[in-house]
């Protein structure tokens, strides 16, 4: 079982849509849950970061997780062509907070 | 405000030469963790530096090595090149005193090695 699993995708949605992205972790100890948008070509920028059970909005995009489940996710509200990226879903490694542990990543088209 | 920046931008070797690729943090960051992306993949962890001192080491070769600097500025050294080490190297720095928090990815360093 890999430490967090993303379906690699593509993902594709039509332009305004709600784009729902999913990751899974193994490791229940983990404290902190990000996501990061990756452009081709380019390095990973961070977008959102949640910590506590529940949702966490800004802007149009909402983390949501729950820890029991161990499931993170991210909605993206009114899909816009220029989201179209690969999302990457990290977690803090609970016996050594400095390490982030990502997923492959999810691939999500946008469709004008 | 400048952010993580990392040179050179690409690099080509040959197989069994060394390298060294260079990072500096994001002014008010002391943190520095040195990733590897191989192609369709997520980041892999290789190290992180804090304190001038190596403190977290991911599933790496002695190969890899690092140091940090008084201004927080580090370097990735490879030595003995592989072909498999052909990726893009990132570097990310995070600010003093966030025990949890996100990193901030510079732009990364392509290594191709031939």
């Known amino acids: 079982q890999k430490e967090v699993e993303q379906n690699s995708g593509p993902l594709s949605v039509p332009e305004g849509a709600i784009a729902s992205l999913n990751c899974t972790y193994s490791d229940r100890g983990s404290q902190s849950f990000f996501w990061y948008r990756q452009y081709s070509g380019k390095s990973p920028e961070l977008i959102m970061f949640?910590?506590?059970?529940g949702d966490k909005e800004d802007g149009r995009f909402t983390a949501q997780l729950n820890k029991a489940s161990q499931y993170v996710s991210l909605l993206i509200r009114d899909s816009q062509p220029s989201d179209s990226a690969t999302y990457l879903c990290?977690?803090?490694?609970?016996?050594?907070?400095?390490?982030?542990?990502f997923g492959q990543g999810t691939t999500l088209q946008v469709k004008p | 405000d400048a952010g993580v920046t990392q040179s050179p931008t690409h690099l080509i070797k040959t197989r069994g030469q060394q390298v060294t690729l260079r990072c500096s943090p994001k002014s008010g960051h002391d943190t520095v963790s040195w990733y590897q992306q191989a192609l369709g993949q997520g980041p892999q962890f290789i190290f992180q530096?804090?304190?001038?001192?190596?403190?977290q080491r991911g599933n790496f070769p002695d190969r890899f090595s690092g140091h940090q600097f008084p201004n927080y500025s580090s370097e990735l050294n490879v030595n003995a090149l592989l072909l498999g080490d052909s990726a893009l190297y990132l570097c990310?720095?995070?600010?003093?005193?966030?025990?949890?928090?996100?990193?901030?990815f510079g732009s990364g360093t392509r290594l191709t090695v031939v």
């Open positions: 949640i910590y506590s059970n």
């Open positions: 990310a720095s995070r600010p003093a005193g966030t025990r949890l928090g996100g990193y901030t």
């Open positions: 990290a977690v803090n490694a609970a016996s050594n907070t400095g390490k982030l542990i």
């Open positions: 530096y804090y304190e001038e001192e190596e403190r």
